[in-house]
C-alpha cells in the first residue's frame, strides 16, 4: 500500500436483516491521525457499522477498507490492521491482567521477546502494570475498560475501532480514557468512536458522522454540519429574578421564538434573526416587567448539532 488512501473507508455499505435495513448506503473516511465520532440514538446501525469493519459481519451491498484491505476479500489483513474494542466484553475466571493481554499477544502470533515487549508496553500505556499480577474479574469498571483497550493495542494496530468505550465509567475513568484516545491520534492512529455522551465527543474528536435509522444524515466537523443548518439562529439562555413564571408563555406568543424549554431558573430559547433582534426581545421582556439578571446567546454544542438533525427515529 502507498499510503495514499483513508485508513478507514466505507463505500455504500449496506447490511440489511430480513426488511430492516439496519446499514442504508453509508459512505464515510477517516484519515490517519483522525478521530472520528460516529453518533445515533441506539439501533441506528452505529455497531453494526463497527462489527463489519471488524470482519465480525459481512455486508449486504458495498464494502469497507481498513488501512485499503478490504473487509470482504482481505479479512486476515484487515484483522491484523485493526484493533476493535466492543462494547461489551467478556472477562475469564483464573487469570491476571498479564496472562489475560498474552492471551491475545499470542493470539496475533507475537512471540518471545517481542510478545513481552508488547505486553509492557500496552500495559504502561494504560496504567495497568501496577495491576499485573491481579485477577481480572477483581478489576473495576474503569481498570476492565482500560484492559479491553490494551488487548485491543497488543498488535500495535493503526486503526481503532471502540464501541462505546466510556460507558459506565466514572468522570475520572472518562477523562483519562479521553486523553488515551487523543494520544493514539497523536500517534498516528486512525480512530473511529461511538457514544452517547456528546461532550465527551465534541472534545475529542476532529469529525463527526450521525447516523439515524441506517442512514448517514450528517458528516463532517461540528461547525461544517452547523453550517448546513440556518444561520439565522441564535440560542438564548435567560436567567429572570424570582422564578420563570409567566416567561415562556410570553416567548411562546412571540412569532421569532420557537424551542422554549426551562431548566432550572433558565429558561432557554431559540431567536429567529440576528443580534439587534436579540437585543429587542431582551428589551422587551423588561419593558414587560420581567427582571432579567442574565440574557446571553451561546455557541451550539455538538448535543444541539444532533437533536437538530435527527428526528428521534427508531427501526
Not at 442504508?24 to 445515533?40: A, D, K, L, M, T
Not at 440514538?41 to 463489519?52: D, E, H, L, V
Request: aromatic share 6%; proline share 4%.
Amino acid at each position: 500500500m502507498d499510503g495514499s488512501h483513508p485508513m478507514i473507508e466505507l463505500r455504500q455499505l449496506h447490511r440489511f436483516f430480513g426488511t430492516t435495513r439496519a446499514v442504508n448506503n453509508i459512505s464515510f473516511q477517516v484519515e490517519r491521525g483522525q478521530v472520528f465520532g460516529y453518533i445515533g440514538p441506539n439501533g441506528a446501525g452505529k455497531t453494526t457499522s463497527m462489527r463489519i469493519l471488524a470482519t465480525l459481519d459481512l455486508p449486504t451491498a458495498g464494502d469497507a477498507y481498513v488501512d485499503g484491505f478490504s473487509v470482504v476479500n482481505d479479512p486476515d489483513r484487515v484483522r491484523g490492521r485493526l484493533g476493535f474494542m466492543p462494547d461489551y466484553f467478556t472477562t475469564y475466571s483464573n487469570i491476571d491482567v498479564r496472562e489475560y493481554l498474552d492471551f491475545f499477544a499470542r493470539a496475533y502470533h507475537l512471540r518471545g521477546k517481542q510478545r513481552k515487549q508488547a505486553i509492557d508496553r500496552v500495559m504502561s500505556f494504560t496504567g495497568l502494570d501496577v495491576l499485573a499480577e491481579k485477577p481480572i474479574d477483581g478489576l473495576s469498571k474503569g481498570m476492565k475498560q482500560r484492559l479491553c483497550l490494551g488487548r485491543s493495542l497488543i498488535h500495535d494496530p493503526p486503526v481503532m475501532v471502540l464501541d462505546e468505550p466510556a460507558a459506565g465509567l466514572d468522570p475520572r475513568a472518562r477523562i483519562e480514557l479521553r486523553e488515551m484516545i487523543r494520544t493514539l491520534a497523536d500517534q498516528g492512529k486512525a480512530i473511529l468512536i461511538s457514544s452517547h455522551i456528546l461532550t465527551e465527543l465534541a472534545e475529542i474528536c476532529d469529525t463527526v458522522g450521525i447516523i439515524e435509522r441506517g442512514k448517514l444524515i450528517a458528516v463532517g466537523s461540528v461547525d461544517e454540519i452547523q453550517g448546513g443548518l440556518r444561520r439565522d439562529t441564535n440560542l438564548v439562555e435567560v436567567r429572570v429574578l424570582s422564578g420563570v413564571d409567566g416567561l415562556p408563555d410570553w416567548l411562546a406568543n412571540r412569532p421569532s421564538v420557537s424551542e422554549i424549554k426551562v431548566d432550572g431558573g433558565l429558561v432557554r430559547f431559540v431567536l429567529a434573526g440576528s443580534e439587534t433582534d436579540e437585543a429587542d426581545i431582551l428589551r422587551a421582556m423588561i419593558h414587560d416587567g420581567f427582571r432579567v439578571v442574565a440574557f446571553g446567546a451561546r455557541r451550539r454544542t455538538l448535543e444541539d448539532v444532533f437533536m437538530q438533525v435527527t428526528k428521534g427515529l427508531v427501526q
